[in-house]
C-alpha cells in the first residue's frame, strides 16, 4: 500500500515521501496515529505545505543552533573537584557538572550534548565537542583543578561547599556561619 507520510519517519522516509508499505502497517500504525495518510492530490498539496512550514522551522531552529556553537566555541571552562597527589579525582567529572560549569557562565547547554566517551578521572585541561545537532558543533576547553589553598592552610572548597573529609564520606558541608547569627534562606 502507498502512503505519504506527514512526518519524518526513521529508516521509512522524510515528510512529503510516498512510500510502499505492508497493508497493515499502513493501517494499523501510520494512518491512525496520523503519520501518513492516503496520496491522495488534495493530500499531497496539504502535505506540501506542511513540509514547507516544517523546512522553514528546522531551518529557523538550525540557525538558533549554530549561534550557540558560535558563542560557546572556543571557551574556556572550569571545574574544581577533590584529587589526590597523582591527580587523581576522588570522584569523577560528567557531563553533568560541565553542563553546570557551562551554565554558571550563563550559558544554556543540555548535558546530553556534550560529547564524552568516559568520565573525567584526573586533573587536567580536556578539549570536549558539543554536539548541537547533525553537524552543528563546538569545542570547549575544560580545566579540572584542585581547590586552592587558603591562608589559613585550609583548601577552598568552594566547588559545593564540599570539604576534604566530607568529600571523602560523601557527604555535603553546610557553609559555616559567625557565633549569634543565624542561616540565611536562600
Known sequence: MKVLLRRNVSKLGQ?????????????????????????TETNLKAIEAEK???????????????????????????????????????GSVGPAQIAAAVAAEGIALDA?????????????KYELTVGFGEDVTATISVWVVPPRETEGGEADAQADNVTPEAAEAGEESAPETPEGEAPQES
Not at 515521501?17 to 492516503?38: H, T, W
Not at 540557525?63 to 587523581?88: P, S, W
Request: glycine residues 8%; negative net charge.
Open 15 to 39: 515528510i512529503g515521501d510516498i512510500v510502499e508499505v505492508k497493508d497493515g502497517y499502513a493501517r494499523n500504525y501510520l494512518i491512525p496515529q496520523g503519520v501518513g495518510v492516503a496520496p
Open 52 to 90: 514547507q512550514a516544517y523546512l522553514e522551522e528546522l531551518a529557523h531552529q538550525r540557525a538558533e543552533l549554530e549561534t550557540q556553537a558560535k558563542l560557546l566555541d572556543g571557551k574556556e571552562f572550569t571545574i574544581v573537584a577533590l584529587a589526590n597527589e597523582e591527580g587523581q579525582l576522588y
Open 112 to 124: 546530553h550534548d556534550i560529547l564524552l566517551d568516559e568520565p573525567i578521572h584526573k586533573l587536567d
